[in-house]
């Protein structure tokens, strides 16, 4: 079984840090992709990234950059001079492809999400 | 405009008064779901369907009935609501490894 964890419940910085969010996965299977997911207060669910575990390449996106890292089975997500609007509730996923066959095939593991909120 | 679309948005109701909540795609995925987010928890799976007429349980299925008779629509029943059903509940669809695209959310209350 898969699962994933993001050990900070709550974060709160002031506008212009640097925040990272960490989330650590298990899984036995080779072959997965991770995700982040960003959920604002209106509640809907946004896609930041998705990652598959051949591409250890770091990822950077404006403000969002993701370390990837398959040693310590990590996938950490940084917000270089947070904002605001950052404020959100974060996720962190896992899926495995079709070929893992049962249960797996399709099904997104969550971890518990990390509550940060930016400060004015 | 790719997207997954839940009715209701909100939803109060009363312990053992059966309700649907809606779920349609029009991306033409196989691939459907239905998740609860409660705090602390994160989103768990209750029920999935891998195409039409095919569906199984998730992690959390107890209390709910799902069924998939055509490819785009994915309704979560509750047959008996119970307090401990008060959640947000997300459905979503896929095609493997690929992004999940997720629904509104629907905020259901049991009192």
């Known amino acids: 079984a898969q699962k994933v964890t993001q050990a900070q419940t709550e974060i709160s910085v002031v506008e212009k840090e640097d925040v990272t969010l960490d989330c650590v996965y298990e899984?036995?299977?080779?072959?997965?992709?991770l995700f982040w997911y960003k959920q604002p207060p209106s509640g809907e669910l946004v896609f930041l990234i998705r990652?598959?575990?051949?591409?250890?390449q770091n990822e950077i996106s404006g403000r969002y950059s993701w370390n990837f890292q398959k040693s310590t089975s990590s996938f950490n997500f940084t917000i270089t001079a947070s904002q605001v609007v950052d404020s959100a509730v974060y996720f962190c996923?896992?899926?495995?492809?079709?070929?893992?066959?049962?249960?797996?095939?399709?099904?997104?593991?969550f971890g518990q999400g990390t509550i940060l909120t930016v400060h004015p | 405009e790719a997207q997954v679309t839940q009715n209701p948005r909100y939803l109060i109701t009363v312990t053992g008064k059966k309700l649907t909540v809606t779920c349609s795609q029009n991306?033409?995925?196989?691939?459907m779901s239905w998740y609860r987010q409660d705090p602390g928890l994160g989103l768990r799976q209750i029920y999935y369907?891998?195409?039409?007429?095919?569906?199984d349980k998730g992690d959390v299925p107890e209390g709910y009935k799902v069924s998939r008779k055509e490819k785009r629509n994915f309704p979560l029943i509750l047959e008996s609501p119970s307090p401990n059903q008060t959640s947000l509940y997300f459905c979503?669809?896929?095609?493997?490894?690929?992004?999940?695209?997720f629904g509104q959310g629907t905020r259901l209350t049991v009192v």
């Open positions: 979503a669809s896929s095609t493997t490894g690929s992004v999940a695209f």
């Open positions: 996923a896992l899926t495995l492809p079709n070929n893992a066959g049962g249960t797996s095939y399709g099904k997104l593991t």
């Open positions: 991306m033409n995925h196989e691939y």
């Open positions: 990652r598959n575990s051949f591409d250890e």
């Open positions: 899984t036995r299977d080779t072959t997965y992709y």
């Open positions: 369907s891998m195409n039409v007429e095919v569906t």
